[in-house]
């Protein structure tokens, strides 16, 4: 049923697509449409010499209700538009039913944006883009004279946006290397245990924070490892053993994971982990709300995820006074690492992406377009879209640090803060002029996710599975065979053989043809 929904779509973007020649112009949608006019994004000189401002559409998430509204917006749109050299006919939709709204949209050349916000690499964005919806941004991106920006764009993060060796999108950014370990360094202080940088002394650490007494209160009541039913730590742990990213590149084919001798090396690691108590015996069930609790209230040593929970659990021990068990005139601190054995499981890179449709019919509107983008990429427009106007949301202190005149102001933020829905933030994620005062945790966060970009983990399929019509079908339910195995296994509810059956029920369930598939294409690129 779902195949023929996706074929079906497919054939309706075919369609549309078609429709585009001779196409002058394109309406935004909700009472957002233009005159011919309007839509006219070619930049033209006036009788003074100056130029008219480009005029570009563009359809993104609403979370807030009234977007870029109330007192100061209109100044905060001008702002903008002045920098940018551009009028944007804004199509603002709540996040609540945007993905109907964008199937819908996809599927009408009439209503058909110019730059539309995607979340997801989804089956209906492939369609759209095997259909020839999007322009293919490879030609264009990487010009650094006139998109300084975003020909900064990452390439492994690039592959994440790529359909049949077309660039279809501009990512929003988000740290490559977010991933990592963090500690109590008190109760490592304690203990007289050196920073980890091997697998050995990760294990002698989460050891001694079980049976070593890092409390000091007499009674064996910790574990070396906060988990819950959230698996994401075992992805990071796995690339220390060289696992790979769910895919990796074995004698010039690309294979899942599971399917090495590392998987097995790092699932018994954890394993033994397991079975010498060294966490939570009932950590499968537990609630990811209350993951960070259990090393904040002291019963956990070490969090593995993203550093910024690490960094959040160090903030709590600061803003609670909660002790140091070295020295109770000093709040308990954490020490936050990026890789072991020199490796660390990359992020996506994206959260999501900007795709250019085809609503954008010459080379000039689409370099009008692409010219938006790149200029909300500067310091100025991510410092507007952040915390507003100088001068009424933010000035600048004493030390020249930006001080925010509104935090915590929710009316106050509707002026801009929706802005930042239309920022893809390459290369920087913040604005690096006026900056915020950072305090050593802060420093030390970004300092780690810094070194972690040149040692990050990536997945080689990516963009072939983006291309896999099995995977778009079925790639959630494979991946949770493959999950629930792990985990089955770690616990002890299944053996090997239990493993190897499971496995088994992936290649049968698509796995082989998703594996055809992605190395079909891989070939193919060599």
């Known amino acids: 049923m779902k195949l023929k929904k996706v074929t079906a779509l497919m054939l309706t973007f075919a369609l549309v697509v078609g429709s585009f020649t001779g196409c002058g112009g394109s309406s935004a949608g909700d009472s957002k449409a233009t005159d011919a006019k309007a839509t006219e994004s070619q930049t033209q000189e006036t ?34 538009e002045d920098f940018t050299n551009t009028h944007v006919d804004f199509t603002w939709v709540p996040d609540d039913n945007y993905e109907d709204k964008l199937s819908l949209t996809l599927a009408s050349a009439d209503d058909m944006p110019m730059i539309i916000s995607v979340s997801k690499m989804s089956a209906v964005i492939v369609g759209a883009a095997k259909a020839g919806a999007f322009w293919d941004l490879n030609d264009y991106i990487y010009d650094s004279e006139k998109y300084p920006n975003l020909s900064q764009a990452n390439a492994s993060v690039n592959e994440g946006v790529t359909i049949d060796e077309q660039l279809i999108g501009v990512y929003k950014a988000r740290p490559i290397g977010r991933y990592g370990m963090g500690y109590r360094a008190d109760w490592a202080e304690k203990l007289g245990i050196d920073t980890p940088t091997t697998i050995e002394d990760v294990y002698n650490m989460m050891y001694q924070f079980t049976y070593g007494d890092p409390d000091g209160n007499g009674v064996n009541d910790t574990y070396g490892l906060a988990l819950c039913k959230y698996t994401g730590p075992f992805d990071i742990i796995q690339t220390w053993f060289g696992v790979g990213n769910q895919w990796v590149e074995q004698e010039g084919k690309l294979v899942p994971i599971f399917q090495t001798e590392e998987y097995m090396e790092a699932l018994n ?72 054995e020199g ?21 000039e509107k689409l370099e009008a377009c692409l010219s938006y983008l790149d200029k909300m990429c500067s310091d100025e427009m991510i410092t507007l879209s952040s915390y507003g106007l100088e001068g009424i949301h933010w000035e600048r202190d004493s030390e020249g640090y930006l001080a ?17 829905q239309t920022i893809a933030y390459i290369p920087n994620l913040k604005a690096l002029s006026p900056t915020i005062k950072m305090n050593e945790r802060q420093e030390l966060e970004e300092k780690v996710k810094k070194e972690n970009e040149s040692v990050a983990v990536f997945n080689p399929a990516i963009a072939y599975l983006n291309n896999s019509d099995t995977y778009s079908l079925s790639g959630s339910t494979l991946d949770k065979i493959i999950d629930d195995a792990r985990t089955q296994y770690i616990c002890g509810q299944i053996d090997e053989t239990g493993l190897k059956t499971a496995w088994d029920n992936w290649l049968a369930q698509g796995g082989n043809t998703v594996i055809e598939e992605v190395n079909a294409q891989y070939t193919a690129t060599k």
């Open 269 to 340: 690691w954890l394993k033994k982990m397991y079975d010498d108590g060294l966490v939570y015996e009932d950590w499968a069930v537990r609630d990811t709300a209350t993951w960070r609790d259990s090393v904040k209230n002291g019963e956990c040593g070490i969090f593995i995820d993203v550093l910024d929970g690490s960094r959040n659990i160090w903030d709590y021990f600061v803003n609670n006074n909660i002790t140091s068990v070295v020295d109770p005139s000093v709040p308990a601190s954490m020490n936050l690492i990026g890789s072991i």
């Open 343 to 363: 490796k660390t499981l990359a992020t996506s890179g994206n959260n999501g992406f900007f795709v250019i449709t085809k609503a954008a019919d010459t080379e």
């Open 47 to 80: 009788e003074t010499g100056s130029t008219e401002k480009q005029n570009i559409t563009f359809m993104t998430y609403d979370y807030e209700g009234s977007p870029v509204s109330g007192e100061h917006s209109e100044a905060v749109i001008q702002e903008m």
């Open 404 to 420: 925010d005149l509104d935090a915590g102001d929710e009316v106050s933020a509707k002026a801009y803060g929706a802005l930042n």
